[in-house]
């Protein structure tokens, strides 16, 4: 595969379950990326890594917790979340260092929490 | 701050007809980068184009054009006789550059949802 791939690409959950998101990436970057979007709302950066250290968490509840055991996958694990938690959840990768720092992102994970 | 500001919120075209996009930016540093995405239905965001502040050529290709003028804090995207297939949401987005030569994180805009009509 090619590019950056997200699983599952939609996902209904209860209040009280407990599911993951995956993001993995197949480009050899070394920054990665969650962003959440919702309807009529910019996109929102949630978390993003550096090699694999987090560096960056901007006010995000705990109920979701991030993952990034290398630098070629991310998770985004969700417990207890709400209903107004249902968004887009995209996940991106780039070259953090270098001239090219585009942002490559993925497919999203439509995520419905009822 | 930096910020993003994407004004038109809808626009809706015939085919063929040109249309613009425009998006205005906010930033105090010197050297900065400005992207285009594309989001189509399917929800992915495609990257279109990225420009740095010290290129101020505008650029084209194919049917897209991109205008970069400085003393307006402007980057606007062009799609000259536009198709159907380019019904999608747009986000023009800036990032600044950090210490260590790393890149700062994208702020985006809210988007224009173009709409393409047969």
């Known amino acids: 595969e090619t590019g950056v791939t997200q699983t599952p690409r939609h996902l209904v959950m209860g209040m009280t379950n407990k599911k993951s998101l995956k993001c993995e990436q197949h480009l050899g970057h070394n920054a990665m990326y969650w962003y959440k979007q919702s309807a009529k709302k910019p996109l929102e950066l949630m978390f993003v890594?550096?090699?694999?250290?987090?560096?960056e968490n901007n006010s995000v509840p705990s109920r979701f917790s991030p993952e990034c055991p290398n630098s070629s996958h991310l998770f985004l694990h969700l417990h207890t979340l709400q209903p107004e938690d249902s968004a887009l959840y995209l996940c991106?990768?780039?070259?953090?260092?270098?001239?090219?720092?585009?942002?490559?992102f993925g497919p999203g994970t439509r995520l419905t929490v009822l | 701050a930096q910020k993003v500001t994407q004004a038109q919120t809808e626009i809706s075209v015939v085919e063929k007809e040109d249309v613009t996009l425009d998006c205005v930016y906010e930033t105090r540093d010197t050297t900065y980068y400005l992207f285009w995405y594309k989001q189509p239905p399917s929800g992915e965001l495609v990257f279109l184009i990225r420009r740095n502040s010290f290129d101020e050529q505008n650029e084209i290709s194919g049917r897209y054009s991109w205008n970069f003028q400085k003393s307006t804090s402007s980057f606007n995207f062009t799609i000259t006789a536009s198709q159907v297939v380019d019904s999608a949401v747009y986000f023009c987005a800036l990032s600044e550059k950090r210490g260590g030569g790393s890149q700062g994180n994208l702020i985006f805009g809210k988007g224009t949802k173009l709409s393409v009509k047969p």
């Open positions: 991106a990768s780039s070259q953090v260092r270098g001239p090219y720092n585009e942002q490559f």
């Open positions: 890594y550096n090699f694999k250290e987090q560096t």
